[in-house]
């Protein structure tokens, strides 16, 4: 009788930019181990938020491109589970694999567990104890649908602990951690965005806003406009920008008295993460960005008023401002940077954690 073990048929589920990154890194080693089937439902479905990443990335094309797109929340949630069914069926993968918070995550997750497939979800416990924000609602079920919890940090175990969540979890870092120095090795060599925008290293502040709380709120996206606006008359400003924030610019915002403002359509994987390591400080409502931030040793301003990644802000390199225009401004233009570094994620080796307890 073989002693060779049967190799899992693992289905990925993945379907807006952060989920891209992670997926990078864990989909080139998780093959070595497992039959891989990658969905992609279209939640981010332009180039730009989304070809682009698997280019970049080496991500393998995938089996299945639901091509969902944009649109409210139930409707795009119905229409992945509707999809998503169809193809579990006919999959009948061992175990299906999840990333994050969007609604990708959550429909990927409810269509597994209800068929009885056992569902994985990377990146779980985090909590920003905010129920007003979609994607608390999405991670929060999620990870009291899944089967396996493959936590970034000692917090979130603690999270999941909080709400009785113990089996099946595991603290193995942030397996983004390993996509983001591949693709910073990447950036340095190919990146050509700072010559293109007449940029210098450490003289510009990069910023994004994406998140439903601000761009749809019409008080805090014209805050959070007139703060770039004040800072560009004092330090290039670099924004690229979000399909959502920018209907929403052209509807409630201004950038007249902006001086030195450079609105980008949204840029592939390596221009951001060059953008992000030139940057003298990095503005964002963006989770994924906040800890990129960190890793590379960046000072950040988060746009919110809680994050998820509370270590970032505990440990100095990152401020919570919210839409405050004072304080956006005042820690943009003096911005902390601690002595100190402590990777609390364990980023190095977390893929490889991940694929010897999901293997």
Same mark, same amino acid.
């Given at each position: 009788?073989?002693?060779?073990?049967?190799?899992?048929?693992?289905?990925?589920?993945?379907?807006?930019? &952060?989920?891209?990154?992670?997926?990078?890194?864990?989909?080139?080693?998780?093959?070595?181990?497992?039959?891989?089937?990658?969905?992609?439902?279209?939640?981010?479905?332009?180039?730009?938020?989304?070809?682009?990443?698997?280019?970049?990335?080496?991500?393998?094309?995938?089996?299945?491109?639901?091509?969902?797109?944009?649109?409210?929340?139930?409707?795009?949630?119905?229409?992945?589970?509707?999809?998503?069914?169809?193809?579990?069926?006919?999959?009948? &993968?061992?175990?299906?694999?999840?990333?994050?918070?969007?609604?990708?995550?959550?429909?990927?997750?409810?269509?597994?567990?209800?068929?009885?497939?056992?569902?994985?979800?990377?990146?779980?416990?985090?909590?920003?104890?905010?129920?007003?924000?979609?994607?608390?609602?999405?991670?929060?079920?999620?990870?009291?649908?899944?089967?396996?919890?493959?936590?970034?940090?000692?917090?979130?175990?603690?999270?999941?602990?909080?709400?009785?969540?113990?089996?099946?979890?595991?603290?193995?870092?942030?397996?983004?951690?390993?996509?983001?120095?591949?693709?910073?090795?990447?950036?340095?060599?190919?990146?050509?965005?700072?010559?293109?925008?007449?940029?210098?290293?450490?003289?510009?502040?990069?910023?994004?806003?994406?998140?439903?709380?601000?761009?749809?709120?019409?008080?805090?996206?014209?805050?959070?406009?007139?703060?770039?606006?004040?800072?560009?008359?004092?330090? &290039?400003?670099?924004?690229?920008?979000?399909?959502?924030?920018?209907?929403?610019?052209?509807?409630?915002?201004?950038?007249?008295?902006?001086?030195?403002?450079?609105?980008?359509?949204?840029?592939?994987?390596?221009?951001?993460?060059?953008?992000?390591?030139?940057?003298?400080?990095?503005?964002?409502?963006?989770?994924?960005?906040?800890?990129?931030?960190?890793?590379?040793?960046?000072?950040?301003?988060?746009?919110?008023?809680?994050?998820?990644?509370?270590?970032?802000?505990?440990?100095?390199?990152?401020?919570?401002?919210?839409?405050?225009?004072?304080?956006?401004?005042?820690?943009?233009?003096?911005?902390?940077? &601690?002595?100190?570094?402590?990777?609390?994620?364990?980023?190095?080796?977390?893929?490889?954690?991940?694929?010897?307890?999901?293997?």
């Amino acid at each position: 009788m073989s002693n060779l073990r049967k190799r899992k048929r693992i289905l990925t589920i993945v379907g807006a930019r &952060p989920q891209f990154v992670k997926a990078a890194a864990v989909t080139r080693c998780l093959r070595l181990h497992a039959d891989e089937t990658l969905v992609h439902t279209g939640q981010h479905y332009d180039n730009n938020m989304s070809d682009v990443f698997f280019d970049e990335l080496g991500i393998p094309f995938p089996n299945y491109n639901l091509d969902i797109g944009s649109g409210l929340h139930g409707a795009q949630t119905g229409a992945m589970l509707k999809a998503l069914e169809e193809i579990l069926l006919k999959e009948t &993968p061992d175990c299906v694999l999840v990333y994050g918070d969007t609604n990708s995550t959550l429909a990927g997750a409810l269509a597994a567990t209800k068929l009885h497939f056992p569902v994985a979800h990377v990146e779980a416990g985090l909590r920003s104890f905010n129920r007003w924000m979609p994607e608390e609602i999405n991670r929060v079920l999620t990870d009291h649908i899944a089967d396996t919890l493959f936590c970034p940090s000692e917090t979130a175990i603690t999270n999941l602990n909080n709400e009785g969540i113990f089996n099946g979890v595991h603290f193995i870092g942030d397996v983004m951690f390993e996509a983001l120095m591949d693709a910073r090795i990447k950036a340095e060599q190919y990146s050509t965005i700072l010559s293109q925008l007449h940029l210098e290293t450490g003289k510009f502040i990069l910023a994004t806003v994406h998140r439903a709380e601000n761009t749809d709120d019409p008080d805090k996206i014209k805050r959070l406009i007139k703060s770039l606006a004040i800072l560009s008359r004092q330090t &290039p400003v670099v924004f690229p920008i979000h399909p959502r924030t920018k209907k929403q610019l052209m509807r409630e915002g201004s950038v007249d008295e902006a001086v030195n403002l450079h609105i980008l359509d949204p840029v592939g994987y390596l221009d951001m993460v060059h953008l992000e390591e030139s940057a003298s400080a990095i503005l964002t409502d963006s989770g994924g960005i906040q800890k990129e931030a960190f890793w590379l040793k960046v000072p950040c301003v988060t746009l919110r008023e809680e994050t998820e990644w509370v270590e970032t802000v505990q440990q100095g390199w990152n401020t919570l401002a919210g839409t405050d225009i004072d304080k956006i401004v005042q820690h943009a233009l003096q911005p902390s940077k &601690p002595n100190h570094h402590l990777d609390v994620y364990k980023g190095e080796g977390s893929v490889r954690r991940l694929i010897e307890i999901l293997c």
